[in-house]
């Protein structure tokens, strides 16, 4: 029977899809793994990989189109079938039925032969348009969440069961059981392990769609000669750059932000830092001076916890959640491509970042760089930040302020370490100097709060031994 593959949800803020690119062209016959599309989401571009095996018997979006989820953007006919009677019986609108796959429970639905599968990150099913009520619905009770809103359930005791859903179809999702536990209505004795596992990952894939990062096209390269390069265009907002602009606007008019700005003299650490990269060359690693900034700013969280926040609460019953982990945001800018598209930045996560050392921290930062500049991050790659750094040093940039990543209260711009005159003992001599300035929400960290949390930053860093061990 034909089968239609759908535009799955691939996160909780996921409302549309964007066909970027088709892999697959009519008549081709595929195998389970073949890739069959890269889809573009509100946060990160990724590989639509087909799961059954089949002939393409109809495209029904076209590249560049943006399509809701739980739409039909292809239809496959099953070995053998028909390709005209596949195309013809395949896309139409049914009921949902519930299937268990590889003990992962599924939406599918059934019409005229016609099987239609959807598949969502973490487990969770695609019920946008099946008609169930939010919270606890189906047979069985069963209750449709994200699985950050389960484990954030599981971590507050919070009963899944007794929530009103706000996402797409009533899915319960994080800001729903943050909601419950800022307005105190959990229900003691009771967590999300009540009733469902919350696994933090799908043990086992999904029906009939897994998403992995696509390759990216090559960088833009400038024109050769001078002059006529420039090419007057509108371009689209891809699905990034829309979030982009509605969460830094949102940011900048709900959140009063501030800056303060303090200077570190970066001699001992340059030092520190060509000793250690030079001892190490042999294993193949090359500290940064921004590996050596992500720890100390992890490091001061513990004197600072007051930074590692959140605004929280609902309003009239407002509330500072400090949280438990330190998990630095790293900025990386993405590359545009030839045709003024791509671009954008995404700030990846270290997690655990003030108990990981200098060869940790870097490992897994240029992993996630390159992770994103090539294949895209997975939301999970991005999730999670309580404190962010963007470091536009490596740029020539000296100076800059930055504007808060939400829910994070901070943000630090940090310049280049450069080489300036600087008075040693009374004494005009040269040295290396970076600038550093925190923009802060004022709800939450006062003036002398971030110039406190800065000095013990600049410190660690003026004097690098201590954050070798």
Same mark, same amino acid.
């Given at each position: 029977?034909?089968?239609?593959?759908?535009?799955?949800?691939?996160?909780?803020?996921?409302?549309?899809?964007?066909?970027?690119?088709?892999?697959?062209?009519?008549?081709?016959?595929?195998?389970?793994?073949?890739?069959?599309?890269?889809?573009?989401?509100?946060?990160?571009?990724?590989?639509?990989?087909?799961?059954?095996?089949?002939?393409?018997?109809?495209?029904?979006?076209?590249?560049?189109?943006?399509?809701?989820?739980?739409?039909?953007?292809?239809?496959?006919?099953?070995?053998?079938?028909?390709?005209?009677?596949?195309?013809?019986?395949?896309?139409?609108?049914?009921?949902?039925?519930?299937?268990?796959?590889?003990?992962?429970?599924?939406?599918?639905?059934?019409?005229?032969?016609?099987?239609?599968?959807?598949?969502?990150?973490?487990?969770?099913?695609?019920?946008?348009?099946?008609?169930?009520?939010?919270?606890?619905?189906?047979?069985?009770?069963?209750?449709?969440?994200?699985?950050?809103? *389960?484990?954030?359930?599981?971590?507050?005791?919070?009963?899944?069961?007794?929530?009103?859903?706000?996402?797409?179809?009533?899915?319960?999702?994080?800001?729903?059981?943050?909601?419950?536990?800022g307005s105190g209505s959990q229900a003691p004795g009771?967590?999300?392990?009540?009733?469902?596992?919350?696994?933090?990952?799908?043990?086992?894939?999904?029906?009939?769609?897994?998403?992995?990062?696509?390759?990216?096209?090559?960088?833009?390269?400038?024109?050769?000669?001078?002059?006529?390069?420039?090419?007057?265009?509108?371009?689209?907002?891809?699905?990034?750059?829309?979030?982009?602009?509605?969460?830094?606007?949102?940011?900048?008019?709900?959140?009063?932000?501030?800056?303060?700005?303090?200077?570190?003299?970066?001699?001992?650490?340059?030092?520190?830092?060509?000793?250690?990269?030079?001892?190490?060359?042999?294993?193949?690693?090359?500290l940064s001076v921004n590996d050596f900034l992500v720890?100390?700013?992890?490091?001061?969280?513990?004197?600072?916890?007051?930074?590692?926040? *959140?605004?929280?609460?609902?309003?009239?019953?407002?509330?500072?959640?400090?949280?438990?982990?330190?998990?630095?945001?790293?900025?990386?800018?993405?590359?545009?491509?030839?045709?003024?598209?791509?671009?954008?930045?995404?700030?990846?996560?270290?997690?655990?970042?003030?108990?990981?050392?200098?060869?940790?921290?870097?490992?897994?930062?240029?992993?996630?760089?390159?992770?994103?500049?090539?294949?895209?991050?997975?939301?999970?790659?991005?999730?999670?930040?309580?404190?962010?750094?963007?470091?536009?040093?490596?740029?020539?940039?000296?100076?800059?302020?930055?504007?808060?990543?939400?829910?994070?209260?901070?943000?630090?711009?940090?310049?280049?370490?450069?080489?300036?005159?600087?008075?040693?003992?009374?004494?005009?001599?040269?040295?290396?100097?970076m600038s550093m300035t925190m923009s802060s929400d004022?709800?939450?960290?006062?003036?002398?709060?971030?110039?406190?949390?800065?000095?013990?930053? *600049?410190?660690?860093?003026?004097?690098?031994?201590?954050?070798?061990?």
């Amino acid at each position: 029977m034909p089968i239609n593959i759908e535009m799955p949800r691939l996160s909780d803020t996921m409302q549309a899809g964007t066909v970027v690119k088709w892999n697959v062209k009519e008549g081709q016959k595929i195998k389970s793994g073949d890739s069959l599309a890269d889809i573009e989401t509100d946060k990160a571009t990724m590989e639509l990989q087909s799961f059954e095996d089949g002939t393409v018997a109809s495209i029904a979006v076209a590249e560049g189109q943006n399509v809701p989820i739980g739409t039909v953007i292809l239809i496959l006919a099953g070995p053998g079938e028909d390709l005209a009677a596949a195309k013809s019986g395949g896309g139409a609108a049914a009921a949902p039925l519930k299937k268990q796959v590889g003990g992962t429970a599924t939406s599918g639905s059934s019409t005229g032969g016609t099987t239609t599968m959807t598949a969502s990150p973490g487990g969770a099913t695609s019920d946008a348009s099946n008609g169930h009520a939010p919270g606890r619905n189906g047979a069985g009770g069963r209750i449709f969440a994200s699985p950050l809103a *389960k484990k954030i359930a599981a971590e507050t005791n919070v009963d899944l069961g007794s929530l009103q859903g706000s996402g797409p179809g009533g899915r319960i999702i994080r800001k729903d059981v943050e909601a419950a536990v800022g307005s105190g209505s959990q229900a003691p004795g009771r967590g999300a392990g009540a009733d469902m596992q919350a696994p933090s990952k799908p043990s086992q894939p999904l029906a009939r769609t897994q998403v992995n990062q696509p390759s990216r096209p090559a960088p833009l390269a400038m024109p050769a000669g001078g002059g006529g390069g420039l090419v007057a265009r509108i371009v689209p907002l891809s699905n990034m750059r829309k979030t982009i602009a509605k969460r830094l606007v949102e940011s900048k008019t709900t959140i009063p932000h501030y800056q303060v700005t303090v200077e570190a003299s970066m001699d001992a650490l340059v030092e520190l830092r060509a000793q250690l990269n030079e001892q190490l060359a042999n294993q193949g690693i090359k500290l940064s001076v921004n590996d050596f900034l992500v720890r100390a700013c992890a490091l001061a969280m513990h004197q600072h916890p007051y930074v590692n926040t *959140k605004w929280a609460g609902t309003p009239g019953n407002e509330a500072i959640e400090y949280l438990p982990d330190v998990n630095v945001g790293v900025a990386i800018a993405l590359p545009v491509h030839e045709d003024g598209t791509g671009g954008g930045l995404v700030v990846a996560t270290i997690r655990g970042a003030d108990v990981l050392g200098l060869r940790q921290i870097s490992s897994e930062t240029k992993r996630l760089s390159e992770k994103a500049r090539t294949k895209g991050l997975s939301v999970e790659d991005m999730s999670d930040a309580t404190f962010t750094i963007s470091n536009l040093g490596m740029f020539g940039v000296e100076a800059f302020t930055a504007i808060i990543n939400p829910p994070n209260t901070a943000i630090l711009a940090v310049g280049g370490a450069v080489q300036k005159p600087v008075v040693k003992n009374g004494q005009v001599v040269p040295g290396h100097v970076m600038s550093m300035t925190m923009s802060s929400d004022h709800r939450v960290i006062d003036g002398a709060m971030a110039a406190s949390y800065l000095n013990t930053v *600049k410190g660690l860093l003026e004097k690098p031994a201590t954050l070798l061990v």
